[in-house]
């Protein structure tokens, strides 16, 4: 009897753990989601849409590490090879930008596993939020910029991301 209790106790804590489900959020969904309105906020300056470039992509994974490693907005690093937004392009390979922008931003995030309805409203947010500032707005619409990359950094325990748009010029 002893057995069988232990037997049913050990299968209902497999049935229950193997039915939570770890909080997650899709980044290369919201990338594209924030691309996309990000795009069409340029569209309507007329200002040319932004393709994905793999260097600025680089730099701006490492830059958003970075700053939820520190837990701070800044847009410098203390590496000397990596100390603004063109240093990092640069590091990277980009060494044809001659123009490189950031957008950067923390906001507070769910613990739950994002639906594709959550990934709207959190890229509306993001990209929102970016709009009300002057400089992150000029930096997003600038039509000199054809080239973008964005990065993320996900705090669970802070339940915040950390997320950096580069913009680039050739």
Known sequence: MNRFFLFCSLIFSVVIFSQQKEATIDLTQLKTKILKLVNEERKSVASPSLTFDAFLLKAADDHAKHIAKVQTLTH????????NPKDRAYFYGGNDFNLVGENLLFTGIKNQI???????????KIVQLWKKSPNHLKNMINPKYTFTEIGFSIDWE??????????GAK
Do not use: G, H, M, P
């Open 76 to 83: 410098e690093q203390t590496n000397s090879k990596k100390v």
């Open 158 to 167: 802070n339940k915040k991301v950390y997320v950096v748009q580069l913009f």
């Open 114 to 124: 994002y639906s594709n309805e959550d990934l709207d409203a959190l890229a509306l």
